[in-house]
Each structure stands twice: as C-alpha cells, then as structure tokens.
C-alpha cells in the first residue's frame, strides 16, 4: 500500500508508564515531549535558524498514538493476566514522505517489554493495536507495522 518513495522526517516517541493506572487505561494527562525543529528539504538552509523547537504533526500524532496504544496494551495485559514489567515502553514513529508529488504517512509501533515471553508480548502488541482507536483509524489508510522487542 506505500506510496512514499523518499521519507522526509519522521516524528519518534518514547512512551514509558510510570505506574500500573496507565497500563490499565487509566491516565493521569502528564506529557513529557522533548521538541525539534526539523528543516524542510524544499526550504531553503536558513528556513529554521531562528524557529524555536516546536512539535511535527508527525510528532504529534505519533505521541497520541503511542499514549492511546501504551493504554491498549494495558488493558489487554490486565485480560490475560499479565504483569507487564515496569520498564515497558511504547515506540511510535510516523514518516512523512513523498511519492512523486504527493505527501504520504505511513507508521510503525515498538513495543518494548523487556523479559517477557515473545509470543506473549507479540500476542499482546496485537491484541493491543486491534483495540487502539488509532490504530483503527489507520488501519487500511497507512502502512503500518507492529514489532515486539524483548531483550
């Protein structure tokens, strides 16, 4: 389904839950979002310079994303009985790109779970991305990918 042919930046996240509530699907609204100014390849060297850091929408949305998800994975852990480790942690990234002369997103989820089985944890970041309304909304519009790290 791609059709980006040259990605020109990708919005990353870091999603950790500091506590079991989140993991639960139960959020306290505190964001932590470190910013960036990326340039524009068709904007000319100097374009940025004197922009402060401000969020993407690719950043943006993958920041929603991975909250909803992290959520998502909580409480599909909480249905299978599953204590997820307390370093569990939820990567989203969006690329913006071109196919010729039209702007694409496409995405891709980590799910970090250090030291769980990873047939488990696959089962789980599955489960997780059937149930996460953004992943639902992306679903057949976006390339997306879902990937489990373990060690």
């Given at each position: 389904?791609?059709?980006?042919?040259?990605?020109?930046?990708?919005?990353?996240?870091?999603?950790?839950?500091?506590d079991?509530?989140?993991?639960?699907?139960?959020h306290?609204?505190?964001?932590?979002?470190?910013l960036?100014?990326?340039?524009?390849?068709?904007?000319?060297?100097?374009?940025?310079?004197?922009?402060?850091?401000?969020?993407t929408?690719?950043?943006?949305?993958a920041?929603?994303?991975?909250?909803?998800?992290?959520?998502?994975?909580?409480?599909v852990?909480?249905?299978?009985?599953?204590?997820?480790?307390?370093?569990?942690?939820?990567?989203?990234?969006?690329?913006?790109?071109?196919?010729?002369?039209?702007?694409?997103?496409?995405?891709r989820?980590?799910?970090?779970?250090?030291?769980?089985?990873?047939?488990?944890?696959?089962?789980?970041?599955?489960a997780?991305?059937?149930?996460?309304?953004?992943?639902?909304?992306?679903r057949?519009?976006?390339?997306v990918?879902?990937?489990?790290?373990?060690?």
């Open positions: 389904m791609s059709n980006i042919q040259k990605v020109l930046l990708t919005g990353k996240t870091h999603t950790t839950s500091p079991a509530r989140v993991l639960a699907g139960k306290d609204g505190t964001v932590t979002m470190a960036s100014a990326p340039g524009n390849p068709r904007a000319p060297a100097y374009a940025f310079d004197t922009v402060a850091p401000h969020p929408a690719e950043q943006l949305f920041g929603a994303w991975s909250a909803c998800y992290i959520a998502a994975v909580g409480i852990a909480a249905e299978k009985q599953v204590t997820l480790p307390a370093d569990t942690a939820v990567e989203v990234e969006v690329d913006l790109g071109m196919g010729g002369a039209d702007y694409y997103i496409q995405g989820i980590n799910l970090v779970v250090p030291g769980l089985d990873h047939a488990l944890a696959t089962e789980i970041a599955h997780a991305d059937a149930i996460c309304p953004y992943s639902k909304a992306t057949g519009n976006i390339d990918t879902v990937n489990v790290t373990t060690a």
